[in-house]
């Protein structure tokens, strides 16, 4: 079983940076992609980025691309998600998921181990 752990949520203003790192254990994903969505109260959860293990390959939702940058860093079995320009509208719960497949997807069904979440709270 993997377990998932997110940190560097919080509150920042608009127009600010904050930095999420996804650190996994157990058995690990060597080889899997990673992936970062987001959940507000009321709505469904939203993709938000992936990558594949080796970092060549890498998605974006259309809201983040630009502003977003995820990354790996496979020596540590985390995954980084650099979030700058931030717009209140990015604030949500931000969860880590473990894909599937060695190639990343954009929907949830395409993760199978999910993280706690950690919040993120942009101010305008």
Same mark, same amino acid.
């Given at each position: 079983?993997? *377990?998932?752990?997110?940190?560097?949520?919080?509150?920042?203003?608009?127009?600010?940076?904050?930095?999420?790192?996804?650190?996994?254990?157990?058995?690990?994903?060597?080889?899997? +992609?990673m992936g970062w969505f987001r959940q507000v109260p009321g709505k469904? $959860?939203?993709?938000?980025?992936?990558?594949?293990?080796?970092?060549?390959?890498?998605?974006? +939702?259309?809201?983040?691309?630009? $502003?977003?940058?995820?990354?790996?860093?496979?020596?540590k079995n985390t995954v980084h998600l650099q979030m700058n320009s931030?717009? %209140?509208?990015?604030?949500?719960?931000?969860?880590?998921?473990?894909?599937?497949?060695?190639? %990343?997807?954009?929907?949830?069904?395409?993760? $199978?181990?999910?993280? *706690?979440?950690? *919040?993120?709270t942009v101010s305008s």
């Amino acid at each position: 079983q993997v *377990q998932l752990v997110e940190s560097g949520g919080g509150l920042v203003q608009a127009g600010g940076s904050l930095r999420l790192t996804c650190t996994a254990s157990g058995r690990t994903f060597s080889g899997n +992609a990673m992936g970062w969505f987001r959940q507000v109260p009321g709505k469904e $959860r939203e993709f938000v980025a992936s990558i594949s293990w080796n970092g060549l390959i890498t998605y974006y +939702a259309d809201s983040v691309k630009g $502003r977003f940058t995820i990354s790996t860093d496979n020596a540590k079995n985390t995954v980084h998600l650099q979030m700058n320009s931030l717009k %209140p509208e990015d604030t949500a719960v931000y969860y880590c998921a473990g894909g599937r497949a060695l190639v %990343p997807g954009q929907a949830a069904t395409d993760f $199978r181990s999910w993280g *706690q979440g950690t *919040q993120v709270t942009v101010s305008s």
